[in-house]
T-cell receptor
Framework: DAGVIQSPRHEVTEMGQEVTLRCKPI?????LFWYRQTMMRGLELLIY????????DSGMPEDRFSAKMPNASFSTLKIQPSEPRDSAVYFC????????????FGDGTRLSIL | DQQVKQNSPSLSVQEGRISILNCDYT??????FLWYKKYPAEGPTFLIS?????DKNEDGRFTVFLNKSAKHLSLHIVPSQPGDSAVYFC??????????FGTGTRLTVIP
């Protein structure tokens, strides 16, 4: 069974460049989540989607961050322009929407902005 | 202010002994608490959960206890094994679908 797939696993880029992180959720899951993990703030939710519709984006730090889910099997998180303080590990997770169904996480994208 | 707190950043336990990981919370209006385990360079993996209407849930070597009056929960691992060495996160799920994570406790099980 394929889990949540994220790409790339590592990204190193220069400040000011556009960064696009990708996520393929588990087939059949109808909720998708983007998290960011930093030493200072731990794991924090950026945005989540139910049935491809953004439900809560209050965790998105700035307008430089945007996320899309064009279909049930693909989502992107974009940072434009990127800044050094965006350096973190970004996780995507998916789940069934209802009840106590746990979220299943991908292995993350380690982003370094120089 | 952090909604979910794990006050011990690290814990070392001898193999075969019990590991107890603790978590405190402030929001009483939750549906579930979940525990996740995380190895380096991997995403968090779901371990066990507990509903707000229960005070204990057990799954093999893992048991979670919930004390609502103290707003405290704990994860017990017994017996501890070297493969249990990882970072453990507790997470609160409220009526919405998102999770609030604690900062994690790094468990080291010494062979």
């Amino acid at each position: 069974d394929a889990g949540v797939i994220q790409s790339p696993r590592h990204e190193v880029t220069e400040m000011g460049q556009e960064v696009t992180l990708r996520c393929k959720p588990i087939s059949g899951h109808n909720s998708l989540f983007w998290y960011r993990q930093t030493m200072m703030r731990g794991l924090e939710l950026l945005i989540y989607f139910n049935n491809n519709v953004p439900i809560d984006d209050s965790g998105m730090p700035e307008d430089r961050f945007s996320a899309k889910m064009p279909n049930a099997s693909f989502s992107t998180l974009k940072i434009q322009p990127s800044e050094p303080r965006d350096s973190a590990v970004y996780f995507c997770a998916s789940s069934f929407q209802l009840g106590n169904q746990p979220q299943h996480f991908g292995d993350g994208t380690r982003l370094s902005i120089l | 202010d952090q909604q979910v707190k794990q006050n011990s950043p690290s814990l070392s336990v001898q193999e075969g002994r019990i590991s107890i990981l603790n978590c405190d919370y402030t929001n009483s209006m939750f549906d579930y608490f979940l525990w996740y385990k995380k190895y380096p360079a991997e995403g968090p993996t779901f371990l066990i959960s507990i509903s707000s209407i229960k005070d204990k849930n057990e799954d093999g070597r893992f048991t979670v206890f919930l004390n609502k009056s103290a707003k405290h929960l704990s994860l017990h691992i017994v017996p501890s094994q070297p493969g249990d060495s990882a970072v453990y996160f507790c997470a609160e799920k409220t009526g919405a679908n998102n999770l609030f994570f604690g900062t994690g406790t790094r468990l080291t099980v010494i062979p």
